[in-house]
């Protein structure tokens, strides 16, 4: 899992980078406001501990930027700052906790793990820019919701779960149309079309390519 740490004190993000590397996850680290929105729309870290007071733009604001474009990445503000006010204005700027300076490393750890235990609950697959939620039955196209059909949203799902295998058209029948016996495999190509219009893909060379004679390929 990747961490995106937006904190300008060397201190802190320091220690919490070795400690947090220790425990198996990759670390991004940006020392002020402005950076933090731009390593964060690069990187796509699975989750951001944001400070408010920073260099740039203030982490209230940051948090803010990035909610306007990603209702799902979780977002912990690290903050000297513990009024009631405060931290209602935190929560409803779009994060997701509130952790108060000085904390210990252990109750840091155990508020991550729960967000990304949240996280995983909601089974959320990538495809380069494209986001499936399977839980909410949500699509995302650069931070876009878009509108799609249960077979479509179907058909989306298992290319991205076989990211990087051919998906013979035999068996994309198979397993999104439940149908076991001889089928037209055509109405797939049907189906294809829309969901490439939809998302905006080139058909040759978008994320999803077609394999002529065999069926179709998802890459990031």
Known sequence: MDILIIEDEPGIYNFLKEG??????????????????????????HLVLLDWMLPGIQGIDVCKEIRRHDKETPILFLTAKDTVKETIEGLR????????????????????????????????LTLGEISLNKSSHQVFS??????????????????????????TRDEIIDKVWNISFQYDTGVIDVFMNSLRKKLNLDKENGYIKTIRGVGYIAND
């Open 93 to 124: 700027a779009g994060a997701n906790d509130y952790i108060k300076k000085p904390f210990s490393f252990e109750e840091l750890l155990e508020r991550i793990k729960i967000h990304f235990r949240n996280k995983q609950e909601d089974e959320i």
């Open 20 to 45: 947090l590397e220790e425990e198996g996850y990759n670390i991004t680290i940006a020392s002020d406001g402005i950076k933090g929105v731009e390593k964060f729309f690069h990187a796509k870290p």
């Open 142 to 167: 650069k931070h876009k919701e878009i509108s799609f059909t249960q077979r479509e949203f179907a058909l989306l799902e298992f290319l991205i779960r076989n990211k990087g295998k051919i998906c």
